[in-house]
């Protein structure tokens, strides 16, 4: 099987990180078909929503790039992704076009490499058009949706397709040395290449359901990474853009929610001997998880009612929580299960 690559999309530098052959994203796999009764009426959905779509170019010290926004702030909020924009992250220039070829300048206002999320702010004069916000909980597999954006600088193109899979956790490349991973990421048949970068995925209704991010690509005979759509793209659920897009007009950065424990998960047989169905074991507690009683050798059972079966589960569920939250925790501890109340700490964006 070829191997996979995913791919952050920017016309200035296109950074590829390669997965294994086994990945659950290989194109044999999860190509998906889109039949007539399941597609967006694209016209419809593009006339509602290019006003609210903008493209991006950046230049600073970094280099320079180009990708795509959407206006969730009359007065000039942007949302789009930590990468778009990082060129001019310590210095430099971003430039909004809207889709009335209007230009003006922007600023950035914060910025989350760990989900690859920012929020710029145009120097507006008038109010401006703002996208709908849909619900990225209330999302299906085989849902049809439409992206919007500008793919090779080509501004106000429009695709469509479906939702292939909810739930994905997909390592990708941020800025230039570090790597992060897409939790909880929606993945999309819906051709999305360089330059759709923070771009929106909408529903049939034209509301915002993700901030597209990512591509898998798969290499040439070469070995060489393919550049453009092979139908398998990535966004980061609306839900959690938008909590971390409003923290970061408000704070300027992220404060994410923390339960400070190193865990592994429970091997089967082990759990089997243990008369579990299954659980995280706890190699260190710190923090919220140390305050609450949780110590080095308990297994966690559930938090909050979710089983706790793999270190993915426990990344899925703080992303729905903010600092300050508590959380229910059913642990294992010498044979005995107990319940106990854990307070949730901050810590910082690592932006």
């Known amino acids: 099987m070829p191997r996979v690559s995913i791919k952050i999309w920017s016309i200035a530098a296109v950074i590829a990180l390669v997965v294994g052959a086994g990945a659950a994203w290989a194109t ?22 290019l006003p609210t779509v903008v493209t991006i170019d950046v230049s600073g010290p970094g280099g320079s790039g180009n990708g795509t926004g959407e206006i969730i702030r009359d007065t000039g909020y942007i949302l789009t992704n930590s990468h778009v924009i990082v060129a001019a992250a310590t210095g430099g220039s971003i430039t909004v076009t809207f889709s009335n ?84 990421a929606i993945q999309t048949d819906a051709a ?15 509301r915002l359901i993700g901030i597209n991010t990512a591509i898998a690509t798969v290499p040439n005979e070469t070995g060489a990474n393919g550049g453009g759509s092979v139908g398998i793209g990535f966004a980061v659920p609306v839900d959690l853009a938008m909590r971390l897009a409003d923290e970061l007009i408000e704070h300027g950065s992220i ?45 966690i059972l559930s938090i909050d009612g ?28 010498d044979g005995e299960r107990r319940t106990v109340t854990a307070t949730l700490t901050a810590t910082d964006s690592a932006g």
């Open 192 to 206: 999305i290449n360089p330059g759709n970068s923070g771009g929106p995925l909408v529903d049939c209704s034209g």
């Open 255 to 299: 404060a994410y929610p923390s339960l400070d424990v190193q865990v592994v998960p429970v091997p089967p047989a082990v759990a089997r001997a243990w008369d579990i169905p299954h659980g995280l074991f706890v190699q260190s507690a710190g923090g919220a998880a140390a305050s609450a009683g949780l110590k080095a050798g308990d297994v």
């Open 306 to 333: 979710r089983a706790m079966d793999t270190t993915d589960a426990l990344a899925l569920l703080l992303i729905t929580k903010t600092a300050g939250d508590d959380v229910e925790i059913t642990y294992l501890r």
């Open 101 to 184: 070829g209007h230009t003006v300048l922007a600023t950035l206002v914060g910025r989350d490499a760990r989900n690859d999320i920012a929020v710029i702010k145009a120097d507006a004069e008038a109010k401006l058009p703002v996208i709908d916000q849909g619900d990225s909980e209330r999302l299906a597999v085989g849902q049809p949706v439409v992206a919007l954006g500008a793919p090779l600088g080509l501004s106000s193109t429009v695709t469509a397709g479906i939702v292939s899979a909810l739930g994905r956790n997909v390592p990708v490349p941020v800025d230039d040395t570090r790597t992060t991973v897409l939790t909880g």
């Open 28 to 49: 044999t796999a999860i190509v998906s078909a889109v039949t007539p009764d399941a597609v967006c009426n694209a016209q419809r959905v593009a006339d509602d929503v």
